[in-house]
């Protein structure tokens, strides 16, 4: 009887202990003007922009942000290799003597 009655009242203490927590975690996650107000990147995270395809249709350029630098960087996503990557500079000449070549 009496260890009923002892795991009866440890099953309340740590009910009641888990409801305390919950109250605390809370009222760490209630929304103020601030929150609501903040920049949409820092909590959104930034969206690609400028997004287009090369010549041969195998890869997708796009400018993004993912870091939140002062200035979005060119990105590539491979056909076979859905990941993103930062386009190296000798990239972003190549691509700008092909163009110039084109126009």
Same mark, same amino acid.
């Given at each position: 009887?009496?260890?009923?009655?002892?795991?009866?009242? @440890? *099953? +309340? +203490?740590? /009910?009641?202990? %888990?409801?305390?927590?919950?109250?605390?975690?809370?009222? %760490?996650? #209630?929304? /103020?003007?601030?929150?609501?107000?903040?920049?949409?990147?820092?909590?959104? =995270?930034? @969206?690609? &922009?400028?997004?287009?395809?090369? *010549?041969? /249709?195998? #890869? +997708?350029?796009?400018?993004?942000?993912?870091?939140?630098?002062?200035?979005? &960087? @060119?990105?590539?996503?491979? !056909?076979?290799?859905? @990941?993103?990557?930062?386009? /190296?500079?000798?990239?972003?000449?190549? =691509?700008? &003597? !092909?163009?110039?070549?084109?126009?």
């Amino acid at each position: 009887m009496k260890k009923h009655i002892l795991i009866s009242l @440890l *099953c +309340i +203490i740590f /009910s009641f202990q %888990n409801s305390i927590l919950a109250q605390e975690k809370e009222k %760490n996650q #209630t929304l /103020s003007i601030e929150k609501i107000m903040q920049d949409p990147n820092d909590w959104v =995270g930034s @969206l690609p &922009e400028s997004i287009f395809w090369s *010549c041969d /249709s195998k #890869t +997708i350029f796009f400018e993004w942000n993912p870091e939140n630098k002062p200035v979005k &960087e @060119l990105y590539k996503i491979k !056909r076979e290799k859905p @990941l993103p990557k930062k386009v /190296s500079k000798k990239e972003k000449e190549k =691509g700008k &003597e !092909r163009l110039e070549k084109e126009i």
